[in-house]
């Protein structure tokens, strides 16, 4: 009888904390077996998500080869209902401040610390929003045909001098189709969510095209899809869209300055998490 009564506790113990797991899952906490399989069906259903609508706007883009400028707009459409998509499924709270930012053509660019910050770009970029992106991308399944497709932009950033041509040639087109650009300053994705040098790619596109430059800042999307894993943690996140800042003045011989006054505004605004170590070290020298 005995041996029985502490049978079943231990099984009701047992049973409480998997319970607990369940819940802190729910709540959006990571401990326990039970948060894990709620992450891992997330993503199942998240990527099952996206093959089937990245399919139907395949087809969309195929009948519309003919008119390049309807496909970008396609595309935009399809990233507005994808991208918002995907992360109700992954469950990540979002907060968005400055929407009103968006009401204007721009190149909008964003810090890049993990995928989810793509699926947020592609929700948020206005229509008429062209992207550009490593060249290798045509060979992401699926994903990268679609964007191919879409008419956005790729460039060889393994040459330096090519790559700058490239921007000159998104310039122009921008320009000439009234279009918006967005990209990733950083060229690469931060592996610990620290903000990393910025690439001149997009003051180069600015002096082009004199549209102004709108900052989108993302914070905590690095704690809610780590570095190497394929585990999304529903943690919240931000995005703060801040007031575009005027080109048509810039002047080619203070390209160096304006990459680093546009990088300081993100400086400004993410969390000490998120800054470069140089420039906590300022601050406390300060």
Same mark, same amino acid.
């Given at each position: 009888?005995?041996v029985?009564?502490?049978s079943?506790?231990r099984?009701?113990q047992?049973?409480r904390?998997?319970a607990?797991?369940?819940?802190?899952?729910?709540a959006?906490?990571d401990?326990?077996?039970?948060?894990?399989?709620?992450?891992?069906?997330?993503?199942?259903?998240?990527?099952?998500?996206?093959?089937v609508?990245?399919a139907?706007?395949?087809v969309?883009?195929?009948?519309?080869?003919?008119?390049?400028c309807e496909?970008?707009?396609?595309?935009?459409?399809?990233?507005?209902?994808?991208?918002?998509?995907?992360?109700?499924?992954?469950?990540?709270?979002?907060?968005?401040?400055?929407?009103?930012?968006l009401?204007?053509?721009?190149?909008?660019?964003?810090?890049h610390?993990?995928p989810?910050?793509?699926f947020l770009?592609?929700?948020?970029?206005?229509a008429?929003t062209?992207?550009?992106?490593?060249?290798e991308?045509?060979?992401?399944?699926?994903?990268?045909?679609?964007?191919?497709l879409?008419?956005?932009?790729r460039i060889d950033?393994?040459?330096?001098?090519?790559?700058?041509?490239?921007?000159?040639?998104?310039?122009?087109?921008?320009?000439k189709?009234?279009?918006?650009?967005?990209?990733?300053?950083?060229?690469?994705?931060?592996?610990?969510?620290r903000?990393?040098?910025?690439?001149?790619?997009f003051?180069?596109a600015?002096?082009?095209?004199?549209?102004?430059?709108?900052?989108m800042?993302?914070t905590?999307?690095?704690?809610?899809?780590?570095?190497?894993?394929?585990?999304? /943690?529903?943690?919240p996140l931000?995005?703060?869209?801040?007031?575009?800042?005027r080109t048509?003045?810039w002047?080619?011989? /203070?390209i160096?300055?304006?990459?680093?006054?546009?990088?300081?505004l993100?400086i400004d605004n993410?969390?000490?998490?998120?800054?470069p170590?140089?420039?906590l070290a300022?601050?406390?020298?300060?």
């Amino acid at each position: 009888m005995d041996v029985a009564t502490s049978s079943e506790r231990r099984w009701l113990q047992w049973a409480r904390r998997q319970a607990a797991a369940y819940l802190a899952a729910a709540a959006g906490r990571d401990d326990g077996w039970a948060a894990s399989a709620v992450a891992a069906v997330r993503v199942v259903v998240c990527f099952a998500a996206m093959m089937v609508t990245t399919a139907a706007w395949a087809v969309v883009m195929l009948l519309l080869l003919p008119w390049p400028c309807e496909r970008i707009r396609q595309g935009n459409l399809y990233g507005h209902v994808t991208g918002r998509m995907l992360l109700w499924i992954l469950g990540n709270p979002i907060k968005v401040e400055g929407l009103e930012h968006l009401n204007t053509r721009g190149i909008f660019i964003c810090n890049h610390a993990s995928p989810l910050d793509i699926f947020l770009v592609m929700w948020l970029a206005p229509a008429g929003t062209v992207g550009i992106a490593k060249k290798e991308i045509i060979w992401y399944p699926l994903f990268g045909q679609l964007y191919v497709l879409a008419n956005h932009l790729r460039i060889d950033r393994s040459n330096p001098a090519a790559a700058i041509q490239s921007m000159k040639e998104v310039a122009r087109a921008v320009v000439k189709n009234n279009l918006s650009l967005i990209l990733f300053p950083e060229g690469t994705r931060s592996k610990n969510g620290r903000l990393l040098p910025f690439k001149k790619g997009f003051v180069h596109a600015a002096l082009q095209t004199r549209l102004p430059i709108v900052p989108m800042v993302v914070t905590d999307t690095h704690l809610a899809w780590r570095n190497g894993s394929l585990r999304v /943690r529903p943690a919240p996140l931000t995005v703060k869209i801040l007031p575009p800042v005027r080109t048509d003045g810039w002047e080619e011989e /203070r390209i160096n300055e304006y990459v680093e006054m546009v990088r300081s505004l993100y400086i400004d605004n993410l969390p000490d998490s998120q800054k470069p170590i140089e420039a906590l070290a300022t601050g406390k020298d300060d």
